[in-house]
């Protein structure tokens, strides 16, 4: 049965046979092809040291150096991809800018129906409670005061901003 120590000098093997990689397989374990952005040393590393015992073998045995014949035929299809991406990116911002925009006429004009709507239960439920508020507040006040002499309460925090 391999161990850790194996498949890590299969590892670092793989790479030394190809110094010159600029890309590689399985750098993350949900990435199949990526761009390298640190030395492959680190990502090793990294593996090793952080990732649980149970997955540090297959991602090592997964990370490997992409070829420059693999990279020949990778790299125009990717340009391509990236290119299309771009564009339908680019048409779909577009459309969601003008729903977007249509969508926030529709919210504006909903709220000021809800706002119409509501207004007269909004007055009468304020009408209806205010005095049992301000009883409510005066006893509350009276209470403090006695429990807490030197409060600093302002109505709104114990602090003075």
Request: aromatic share 10%; hydrophobic share 40%.
């Amino acid at each position: 049965m391999r161990t850790i120590g194996q498949a890590e000098k299969e590892c670092y093997a793989a790479w030394a046979a190809q110094p010159d990689a600029t890309h590689g397989w399985c750098l993350h374990h949900e990435v199949e092809f990526e761009e390298l952005t640190e030395p492959i040393a680190n990502r090793i590393r990294y593996i090793v040291n952080n990732k649980s015992r149970d997955e540090i073998q297959c991602r090592l045995d997964n990370l490997r150096p992409v070829s420059v014949a693999s990279l020949v035929i990778i790299l125009p299809a990717y340009e391509a991809y990236q290119k299309a991406t771009a564009q339908a990116y680019e048409a779909y911002q577009k459309a969601r800018a003008q729903a977007y925009e249509a969508y926030q006429k529709a919210r504006a004009q909903a709220e000021e129906a809800y706002q119409k709507a509501t207004a007269p239960a909004e007055e009468a439920y304020q009408k209806a409670t205010a005095q049992a508020y301000e009883a409510y507040q005066k006893a509350t006040a009276q209470a403090h005061r006695a429990d807490v002499p030197s409060h600093t309460w302002n109505g709104a925090s114990i602090f003075k901003n």
